[in-house]
């Protein structure tokens, strides 16, 4: 089975503080993707990468930024945290695939961190 | 850009009866995917079905089957037979061509809760 795991299940920190919260996959998966959750909102993208190094900004990247230095890590920084990305921030990971869809588009997701910034 | 559109918040069903889950979008694509994701109290989100949009054929598995109408830009979904373990949030969510990245756009979710 696929497992996506992610540092901490709650984290609460101040107002800006540097807020790093990690995303491991352990299935060899070329993307892995950063949404944030919010009530009536759905999940939207921050940031994806889809190779070791690369990244794309999602619908919403401000105040936020990526790493992936190693294929089955991908973390996101808060650089200065604020009350206003007080979320629910969930990884995911897929294969690249090729073709027409197959089981490798799936995404499959971790437990997701819900932050708190006061 | 695509939208994803679930009217109803939150829903409510009796353990085995069967309940339907709207969910419309936007998009000038002529191939695309479609999925349902569940996210139960948990959160660990999971697929539950997927549509490639070039099949007529609605996707069914198991209990969840889908109603797909590509003219009308609609994709629901319906549980059989619903059980205490189907409560969760269900998300719709839309996949376009290219497929790098396989990014996803979310629908804002509905509330399903099986009542026993």
């Known amino acids: 089975d696929v497992k996506v795991t992610q540092s901490s299940r709650y984290l609460v920190k101040r107002t800006g503080e540097k807020v790093f919260l990690e995303c491991v996959q352990d299935?060899?998966?070329?993307?892995m993707f950063w949404y944030r959750q919010d009530p009536g909102l759905g999940l939207r993208l921050i940031y994806f990468?889809?190779?070791?190094?690369?990244?794309e900004k999602g619908d919403i990247p401000e105040g936020y930024s990526v790493s992936r230095e190693k294929k089955e890590r991908f973390s996101l920084i808060l650089e200065s945290a604020s009350t206003n990305q007080t979320s629910m921030y969930l990884c995911?990971?897929?294969?690249?695939?090729?073709?027409?869809?197959?089981?490798?588009?799936?995404?499959?997701f971790g437990p997701g961190t819900r932050l708190t910034v006061l | 850009a695509q939208t994803v559109t679930q009217s109803q918040p939150e829903m409510s069903v009796q353990e085995a009866e069967t309940v339907t889950l709207s969910c419309t979008y936007d998009?000038?694509?002529?191939?695309?995917?479609l999925f349902w994701y569940k996210q139960p109290p948990s959160r660990q989100m999971i697929l539950v079905i997927r549509q490639e949009a070039y099949k007529q054929q609605n996707a069914t598995e198991n209990r969840f089957s889908v109603n797909f109408q590509k003219a009308a830009k609609s994709f629901s979904l319906k549980i059989s037979d619903s059980q205490l373990g189907d409560t969760a949030m269900y998300f719709c969510a839309f996949m376009k061509p290219p497929r790098s990245g396989n990014k996803l756009v979310f629908g804002a979710g509905t509330i399903l809760r099986v009542k026993s």
């Open positions: 990468s889809y190779d070791v190094k690369m990244k």
């Open positions: 998009t000038s694509e002529s191939n695309y995917y």
């Open positions: 995911a990971s897929s294969f690249s695939g090729t073709g027409f869809l197959s089981s490798t588009d799936t995404q499959y």
């Open positions: 299935m060899d998966h070329e993307n």
